[in-house]
């Protein structure tokens, strides 16, 4: 760092010499920081890496967390407390990787938890870099351009939330999210998961009323069909009712038509089987002439000296053939 100092030179007989700061050009030091800072910004524009890290997945909801900050700080314990005591319940794992927030330890120690988060077996939904407010000087650590580059590359979500007083960080112009402070960190945190519960449960009043209005529309189709099945049902039990009334007739009328055919000829065969009987022919003037009970019917049948019997309507006689 350099800095411009305003110094009164003394001299002491027995403690030799001696410079004595009056006081500090701030203003100096500051111009020297913002020319690095802006020659570093530059440098991660002709690299591509401002905004680099947003192109890597930030779940919806946010339940495991890395944090880099020191552990006594008041910036730490309020994010962890602004976490703890949300107003929705979540219960949100946060890991502390513990390195420098100022000083010339910054860069190897936030590379060292970066390794060490990006290489841990649990995988978390993104990592925290977080400090409390300070001066332009404290925070100059943070405009770093190896501390840029590993943020841009970093396979997880890189939020950021150093106390600047104006200006941004270095780190902010490449991570996933820049925020103000770590307690904007946390309500980024909470706000994310809520938002993720808000749509779901506007998704489960939407999913709600579409099954209530499938049911009632399948309700409605089911008593359709119902009705439809019960009229249709009717109506063929009434043709088909008709269709047996139309096949009762039919075989009635088949059956008197054949009984009295059958009658008919009953009647003809009892017509003819009387005018056929042996005593209408007897009665009629006819006889029946027999031998032995054997009926003759032409007369060469006889021989002279045969006696027949002669049938008669009234009786029978004998006779003896000449």
């Not at 998704?203 to 099954?211: F, I, Q």
């Not at 008197?256 to 055919?261: E, L, R």
């Amino acid at each position: 760092m350099a800095v411009k100092l305003k110094v009164n030179v003394d001299y002491h007989e027995r403690y030799g010499l001696k410079l004595i700061i009056e006081d500090i050009d701030s203003s100096f030091t500051i111009g020297q920081l913002e020319i690095q800072r802006l020659a570093i910004i530059n440098e991660i524009k002709q690299r591509g890496l401002v905004r680099k890290n947003a192109s890597t997945h930030l779940p919806v909801v946010i339940q495991r967390l890395a944090v880099v900050s020191s552990g006594r700080a008041a910036g730490y314990k309020d994010f962890v407390k602004h976490l703890e005591e949300n107003f929705y319940g979540y219960d949100i794992k946060v890991k502390l990787f513990e390195a420098a927030m100022q000083g010339q330890q910054v860069e190897p120690e936030i590379l060292a938890c970066l390794g060490s988060g990006g290489n841990a077996k649990v995988k978390y939904d993104a990592v925290a870099i977080i400090r409390g407010g300070g001066g332009r000087t404290d925070l100059a650590a943070f405009d770093n351009l190896p501390l840029a580059v590993r943020v841009a590359r970093f396979p997880f979500p890189v939020l950021i939330g150093i106390g600047h007083e104006i200006d941004q960080s270095v780190l902010d112009l490449v991570a996933y999210q820049s925020l103000k402070t770590p307690t904007a960190v946390a309500d980024f945190i909470i706000e994310r998961n809520a938002t993720f519960e808000s749509t779901l449960d506007g998704l489960g009043v939407l999913l709600r009323d579409e099954v209530y209005e499938r049911l009632h529309s399948e309700a409605r189709k089911i008593s359709d069909l119902a009705h439809g099945l019960n009229h249709a049902a009717r109506s063929r039990i009434i043709m088909d009712v008709n269709k047996l009334d139309h096949a009762l007739n039919m075989v009635r009328h088949s059956a008197t038509h054949m009984i009295s055919k059958h009658q008919q000829r009953i009647d003809f065969m009892e017509t003819l089987l009387k005018a056929i009987d042996p005593d209408q022919v007897l009665s009629r003037g006819y006889t029946i002439t027999s031998v032995d009970g054997q009926t003759i019917t032409h007369a060469h049948e006889l021989a002279s000296g045969v006696t027949i019997q002669t049938t008669f309507i009234d009786g029978t006689v004998k006779s003896k053939v000449e």
